[in-house]
């Protein structure tokens, strides 16, 4: 018997792959095949071939997976960047298109009632957790519609576990108001967001920006209402 192949057989018997034996011998699988097609192994020898190979096929398919990830990733952020890039520098139009857009979404518009009949004052306001949208909301305000800064109010509503006075000095540093512009703080979760929204889904809690003009609420109707109207 060729002494290779007498190897081949110890390695096989030894519970070793074609693909370990032609990596150790370089001898072709298909050599190995006509070598081993008379040998029968035992059952513990099978099992451990076959748990191998499952082994090395799930963590090839975890590098896989990864490298997959990786990739998305990558092509993700650079996806981003691009469009964050081509957007340039925002007009004044720019921001009143977006500021009349993100009050149509997210500000307050239904008009109150008191005993099925209309009132006649309205605030506007609005309440969100995402910092970069109350930025604009608030660029939308000041530049826009010129509204005094001292008319500006807020207010926060957050967990029990967290803490009040870290929240209210983030949230001033992002609006730009004074603290005295801030109102009391509403700790507890909203009737309409229990048992739907975890309670760790909001790390800066929600705030509520309003400014308490009825004009202001028409004006921003009117806006709305035009911009609803563009063909």
Known sequence: MRTDRS????????GNSYGQIQ??????KSTLSSW??????????????QQRG??????????RNKRQTTLALKRANESRYRAKSSLGKLTPRDVLIAGISLYWAEGYKKQKS????????????LTNSDPDLVKLFL???????????ERIRAS?????????????????????LERSAFGKTYVGQSPASKNIRPYNQ??????QIRVSDTQLFNRIMGLIDGLANLR
Do not use: C, M
């Open 7 to 14: 190897t081949a057989l110890g390695l096989r018997l030894q």
């Open 54 to 63: 499952h082994k090395k096929a799930i963590e090839a398919l975890i590098t």
């Open 139 to 149: 660029l939308f305000l000041r530049e826009n519609l010129e509204v005094d800064e």
């Open 114 to 125: 008191r005993n099925g009949r209309l009132v006649s004052y309205h605030q506007v306001s």
């Open 156 to 176: 926060l509503r957050i967990f029990p576990h967290q803490n009040e006075k870290h929240l209210t000095d983030f949230w001033v540093k992002i609006t730009n």
């Open 202 to 207: 909001l790390p800066y809690g929600v705030i």
């Open 36 to 49: 081993f097609s008379g040998l029968t192994l035992s059952e513990q020898l099978t099992n451990k071939i």
């Open 23 to 28: 990596r150790k011998l370089n001898i072709p």
